[in-house]
């Protein structure tokens, strides 16, 4: 079976930090490129972040600086460490991979307040 869930979402601070996580199963997880989208209330879904199989990142302009995506291989997972938050990261977070999605998984609410 292929599962993508991810956790870690939350209540946070404006300014705050808070990091997420993908539990990866039934899938290639180790020569997938994999990313971590944001959907916005009301937008549409959005790569923030991406990592490579040889581990090489990127970032849209919005997160650059803030964000940090990783991958533990051995463990099946991805991360998105989230710093400085700003309101405008509010809203779901879904890891996939990427060119190539699987079903999406639920996502993880993140919510920002002032």
């Known amino acids: 079976q292929v599962q993508l869930v991810e956790s870690g979402g939350g209540l946070v601070q404006a300014g705050g930090s808070l990091k997420l996580s993908c539990a990866a199963s039934?899938?290639?997880?180790?020569?997938?490129?994999m990313g971590w989208y944001h959907q916005a209330p009301g937008k549409e879904r959005e790569l923030v972040a991406s990592i490579s199989t040889g581990a090489a990142t990127n970032y849209a302009d919005s997160v650059k600086g803030r964000f940090t995506i990783s991958r533990d291989n051995a463990k099946n997972m991805v991360y998105l460490q989230m710093n400085s938050l700003k309101r405008e990261d509010t809203g779901v977070y879904y890891c996939?991979?990427?060119?190539?999605?699987?079903?999406w998984g639920q996502g993880t609410q993140v919510t920002v307040f002032s």
């Open positions: 039934g899938i290639f997880f180790d020569i997938s490129h």
């Open positions: 996939n991979r990427v060119g190539s999605a699987r079903p």
